[in-house]
């Protein structure tokens, strides 16, 4: 039997910093060999956020080999399904280009929470978690098929 490949899984942010890359990460991992997964944004901002790379690290995962990318990139990959996970009201959502599955689950941007470290910190943990049993529930889904 020949090898078929994955379909694969673009999670798409506005900046591609810090949701759509807790999101990558953990998807990844849940879904183990069932998918392909990358993020991209349509305004990148050139860089993943220090405190996504650290609260992901908590959790056992290791994003610092991430980077920030433009959904441009990824415009003659054979992409299946686009998830994008911008929030806020004033942030629009990247659209992708093709037919191709769509959802679309919003979640806060951490990056614009205030406070002391500590305070930021538990931002950045509480879009984690919430992120964390979104796509985990979605993966189980695909693994069920």
């Known amino acids: 039997m020949g ?8 999670i798409l942010g506005t900046g591609n910093s810090c949701r759509s890359h807790l999101a990558e990460a953990i998807l990844r991992r ?6 392909e997964v990358a993020s991209a944004g349509s305004k990148p901002a050139g860089y993943v956020h220090p405190m ?3 609260v992901l690290k908590e959790i ?7 980077r920030s990318k433009h959904l441009s990139e990824f415009l003659e990959v054979p992409v299946a399904t686009v998830i994008t996970v911008c929030g806020n009201a004033d942030q ?3 659209v992708f280009p093709g037919q191709v599955n769509r ?7 951490p990056a614009h929470a205030t406070g002391t470290p500590e305070e930021i910190r538990n931002e950045f943990r509480r879009v984690r978690d919430q992120i964390k049993l979104v796509f985990e529930a979605y993966a189980a889904g695909l693994k069920q098929r």
Do not use: N, T, Y
């Open 3 to 10: 090898a078929l490949s994955k379909p694969w899984v673009l």
């Open 30 to 35: 849940a879904a183990g060999d069932v998918i």
């Open 52 to 54: 996504a790379i650290e």
């Open 92 to 94: 629009v959502c990247p």
């Open 103 to 109: 959802f679309h689950w919003g979640f806060d941007d």
């Open 60 to 66: 056992g995962l290791d994003a610092s080999g991430h």
